[in-house]
Structure formats: C-alpha cells, structure tokens
C-alpha cells in the first residue's frame, strides 16, 4: 500500500494501530471527540462547545497539546454534503487539500474523498459510519482504515455508538483519518440505528474486544 504524510507524518504508523475514539458529549452530533492510542494516550481532540460551532459548519482538529492540525469546513450550500480540509487553523488565505462529497442523499450511500494536491490518489469511504462499521479505500481499493463498534470482553456487550475504533492500517495518516471521521459524523449522523449496547458474539470479525 503506497501511503504517507497527508497532514502530519507524526501520526503514521508501521504498524496496524488500533484508535479510541470517544464522543465527548451526548447533546449534538459532532461536538466534541477525544482519541486515544493503543497504551491509553491522549493524541486527538475535537472541541466545538460554542453555541454557534454548528452554524459555522467548521471543525478543528488538534493535537493532545491543544496544536490544531486540520479544520474541515462544510462547502456552502451544499446540503452538508460536501466539505473540504485545510492544514492548520482556519481557512483564510489557504487552499484546501482535499474535498469530502456523499454520493446521495437518501439511505446509505459511499463517501467520495478527492485529494486536490494528488489527483488520481482519492478514496472511498464504504458501508455505514451511524452503524460504526466501514472502510476507507484507496484508489487501489485496498483498505487503509476502517471504524468498528467496540465490546466488552467481560459482559460480552456491544458499547454504545459514542465509543467505537478507528483501524489505521500501517502507513495511512491517522490525522487524516481522524479529518474523515469528522466529517462522516457531520454529513450522516446517528439516524441509522439507536444507541444502546446489545449483546453480541465477540467472535464476529467487524468488532473490536475490550479488555
């Protein structure tokens, strides 16, 4: 799999990574996340607590520092359809680096992600993000990340959607899948399926065991 530093080259790994990602309030779809590495460190943050963050159409990305990293901006009008990345804070005099579009409005559809920097290099954003279980492909249609629900190896119960996995398979940039994850929330929601844990086989392969 050919890969590299998209928006940072500190955050890719030689190795398949395994990510917590947890949404830090109940309240409204996209307010805040927090991420976590395999030993438990903090190395993602979203915060977007003001009132009017959802009226802005815009997210920040930022390190366990507080450093940001990447904002997304939804593309007006476009329905939350459509929205694009820019490095750092703010989107002032910058030109985005790459755009995220939802091929239809109605049901479950792909995500097409078009990088402007690499033409020929976009992805394709696969399965039901409201659901916690799709896959991130390159132009190779190989995977270079997918989001799981989690389980509770001791009670053998589904966590709820609020807690799920980012896989990032070695090389992908995982500040840039975070980017994504960002937008999937933004533009699909939670209006596939209701929050609340169910029991399930923790042998099924498209989950991921908490110990």
């Not at 939804?74 to 359809?81: A, N």
Request: aromatic share 8%; hydrophobic share 40%.
């Amino acid at each position: 799999m050919k890969a590299g530093a998209i928006v940072e080259e500190g955050f890719i790994y030689e190795e398949e990574t395994l990510l917590t990602v947890l949404k830090t309030s109940l309240f409204f779809t996209g307010d805040g996340f927090t991420v976590y590495n395999p030993n438990g460190t903090l190395i993602f943050r979203v915060d977007s607590y003001e009132p009017d963050a959802r009226d802005k159409g815009e997210l920040v990305l930022m390190d366990a520092a507080g450093r940001c990293l990447l904002t997304v901006r939804r593309k007006r009008p476009s329905l939350h359809q459509r929205w694009e990345g820019f490095l750092g804070e703010g989107i002032d005099g910058k030109k985005p680096i790459f755009g995220v579009k939802r091929s239809s409005i109605i049901g479950r559809s792909s995500v097409t992600v078009e990088m402007y920097s690499n033409p020929g290099e976009d992805y394709q954003i696969e399965g039901s993000f409201s659901l916690r279980c799709c896959t991130i492909f390159n132009a190779a249609k190989e995977s270079v990340a997918e989001i799981r629900r989690k389980v509770d190896a001791s009670t053998q119960v589904m966590l709820g959607k609020d807690v799920f996995t980012l896989c990032l398979k070695p090389g992908f940039d995982g500040a840039f899948a975070m980017g994504l994850v960002l937008v999937l929330d933004q533009i699909t929601g939670d209006d596939d399926s209701n929050d609340t844990g169910l029991p399930v086989d923790i042998a099924a392969d498209d989950l991921t065991t908490v110990t």
